[in-house]
């Protein structure tokens, strides 16, 4: 019997045949997903895909796209003495104009780290004199998440509990990109796991009003290969639908009762995207039945004038227009230990990820 | 955008749950997934259950892998 | 750095953390024994060759499964010492302890200590205790010295390193970290599942009399087994390849790297060992790692190459190449 390891190796040597014969011409396909830019960094996809095939992030860092004024928000509330700020680990070294919440948390702010948007509602609890404020960021797949937070925190009757809101959603923005043409994208790795709960309906434009194809893919290096072999193939053949590789997690029709749950809490709303701009309704504001819980509404706080750092070119990263490699920041100004912009400080920022990990090519 | 991992549901009260991946368990709130069953396979994300992982489906995802590599020998 | 403070990634043993050595701290104090940089420094007095190390245990919880904070300080020391390639001898301990703390937790760490200490046959000969406001320390912190003995005929130094040379590593990795961490999350860990934390002079003396030509010892402690590779790769100036698949983790180290959104490469063993050797003696090394109960999954991980020199690369499961970094800033739950 071969193992595991054997069979994943011979999988993935016969997408990259596939993959490099039917390549015939210079492909970009953009991965949405952060998430998927990891994984294609740490499986070393790049390494196994011909030249033809250049595989270009896009948008779908909720850290990387969330503009300075949000963190400038969240830092002047960190600095008041009655409040908690409870977050997920991604946000706590994200600069803001001229700060950041490790900084904060160095001075003396409490910061506390979750795994879960609910432990914040433990944390709200156990000190009933003080405020805590969930920093609720994230694309489709967790806005739910912190929804549900909202409504438990009702249940619960905690007074005390607040969240600090910047959700975006993803098809708005794919919109938006395409309309703007700026990143000549022929085909989309479509983030899985955001589908798992909108399911395949919000992509069927891509195809069907641009002629792009897309495909909803999973995470583990054989499914996003086996989702880079599914976007040429459909290249070559001159053909644009919308395919689904993560049936296993992703229904045609999403997660209703979860949609259910964000619907209740949270309205679509304008949102500003780091490097993008304002996009019409890509954003989720709290509905107004659940405005006591909503930091800037029930908790006003001034933050700092929003200054963005001249040099840095995340929003062209971000638009899938610049290589991390051509900001001149990169490397230099810029590093994971001392990022200057966002995409080079979350785990799955574009400019992390090239910097990490040698840019996705190995020079032996 | 969001890590995510399948997890096996092994005990639920109400609209919360037990579920264990390899042996480690957490409490995970069932609220964006009420229907799910002790035994069901589970997505988890950020301490929530947000969809059921369709095992007969992975089965056959694996299966057609096989079948196409297997055409190329 | 000068407008900077303090930051929790300063202590994680990344990149911040060598930042930190190299700006202010070697500055200061440099010398040819500090400057190698090894885990203990080679010293020599009244014309014996020793090893000299000091570190220090803020480990939170105090107690965790498979250890606590009294067995990691005798054992974080001996390591040290033994992969300097010396036999470990004599430790010293100083307590610095929160006024109000329970004298049973206080005896429980030192009872475990002791037992530590037997186990790796040193004596701890010299302490110090200072007690401190509430709130100044969290419970109990506790510092070790040590001193040992290097053994006669061999060399050990990460500046050793060289192409050709076989990666070995004594045992899955992770299991310190994940027994240490998970409680603080919310995850219930199964039994199988507790920290590393051993000493390991008895195996390093073992596997040193067996192949004294043995180049380079390190125990993967603080950044996990990536940062500890970088250190080496940069420090020889030499490339190391490592393949993905050999690295053994345990299936529970990984459910929770997967929940929490952790790399296990980067995670802190107690009990671990690195160990490069000229590949002839590759199976020499791990047959004395496996008749041992702290190496019973020793294997061969990776190679040594020439080029790219300061570079670790890692050959990933489905045949990719790709860059294997340092730590960078601490592992936090992350929800992408």
Known sequence: MRSKAEDSRRLAAFFQGEIARLATRPVRLMEVCGTHTVAIFKAGIRQLLPEAVELVSGPGCPVCVTPNGYLDTAVAYSRRGDVIIATFGDMLRVPGSSSSLAAEQARGADIRIVYSPLDSLAIAAAAPAKKVIFLAVGFETTAPTAAATVLAAEQAGLENFYVLSAHKLVPPALRALLTAGGARVDGFL??????????????????????????????????????????????????????????RVVPPDGNPAARAVLDKVYEEADAAWRGIGVIPASGLAVRDAYRRFDAPAALPVEAEETRDHPGCRCGGVLRGEVRPAECPLFGKACTPERPVGSCMVSVEGTCAAWYKYGAGRWQA | MCLAV?????????????????????????????????????????????????????????ELLEELAGHEE | MRDERILLAHGSGGKLSHELVAQVMLPAFANPALDVLHDGARVEAGGAKLAFTTDSYVVKPLFFAGGDIGKLAVCG???????????????????????????????????????????????????????????????????TAGIGAVMAGTDISPLNARPGQDVILSGPVGDHAVAVMAGRHGLELPATVASDCAPLGGMLKAVLTAVPSVAVLRDPTRGGLATTLNEIAVQANVGIMVDEAAIPVRPEVRAVCDILGFDPLYLANEGKVIIFVESLHSEKVIAV????????????????????????????????????DMLVGDQLPRIC
């Open chain 1, 190 to 247: 479509l983030p899985g796991h955001v589908s798992a709960i909108i399911g395949e309906a919000p992509y069927r434009f891509l195809a069907e009003e641009f002629a792009v194809p897309g495909v909803i893919a999973g995470f583990e290096p054989l499914d996003v290969l086996q989702a880079v072999y599914l976007l040429v193939k459909q290249i070559a053949a001159g053909e644009a639908t919308l395919a689904n590789q993560y049936r």
């Open chain 2, 6 to 62: 399948p997890a096996k549901i092994i005990d639920r009260q109400d609209m919360m749950a037990t579920v264990e991946v390899s042996g480690v368990t957490r409490r995970v709130s069932m609220m964006l997934l009420p229907d799910a069953k002790v035994g069901d396979y589970v997505l988890v994300h950020a301490g929530f259950a947000i969809q059921t992982v369709d095992e007969e489906e992975a089965r056959r995802t694996l």
């Open chain 3, 77 to 143: 020391t001996v390591n040290d010492l033994a992969v300097s390639g010396a036999v470990p001898l004599y430790l010293s301990a100083g307590f610095i302890i929160e006024e109000g703390f329970p004298v049973a937790d206080l005896r429980r760490i030192v009872a475990s200590m002791r037992a530590a200490a037997a186990e790796a046959a040193v004596a701890i000969v010299t302490g110090d205790t200072k007690v401190v406001e509430k709130g100044a320390v969290d419970g109990i912190y506790i510092n």
């Open chain 3, 289 to 324: 790692l496996r008749s041992h109960p702290y190496g019973r999954e020793a294997r061969v991980i990776g190679r040594v190459a020439a080029a790219p020199a300061g570079q670790v690369g890692l050959r990933t499961g489905i045949g990719g190449v790709r860059l294997l």
